[in-house]
């Protein structure tokens, strides 16, 4: 999940801001190994999910970074969190979209 971004002088989103902005489901897969998207962010991100009421999945995957979906990345590649991504992803589309 790559929120777009709240500020362009900013590189990174702040995601506590994104959240209250959210009113759509949605769906998110993070790598407990992330490196770019630490535990206590997506644990922040979660809460401020809950807190604004905002429908959602959350998906962790053990021994996977970020990039665990990216098949051409050997080094960061995790075909089983891949799988079980991607198997979760189309029943969230079939769900929400018919």
């Known amino acids: 999940f790559h ?9 990174k989103p702040n995601l506590m801001e994104v959240a209250g902005k959210i009113k759509n489901p949605i769906q998110c897969h993070f790598g407990t190994e992330d490196r770019i998207i630490p535990n206590e962010d997506v644990a922040k991100f979660e809460k401020a999910l809950r807190d604004n009421k905002v429908k959602f999945e959350l998906y962790k995957y053990e021994s996977s970074g970020h990039a665990f979906y990216d098949y051409t990345r050997p080094n960061l590649h995790n075909p089983a969190a891949a799988k079980l991504a991607y198997q979760r992803m189309r029943s969230f589309l079939k769900k929400h979209l018919g």
Not at 3 to 11: F, I, Q
């Open 3 to 11: 929120p777009p971004r709240v500020s362009t002088t900013d590189p």
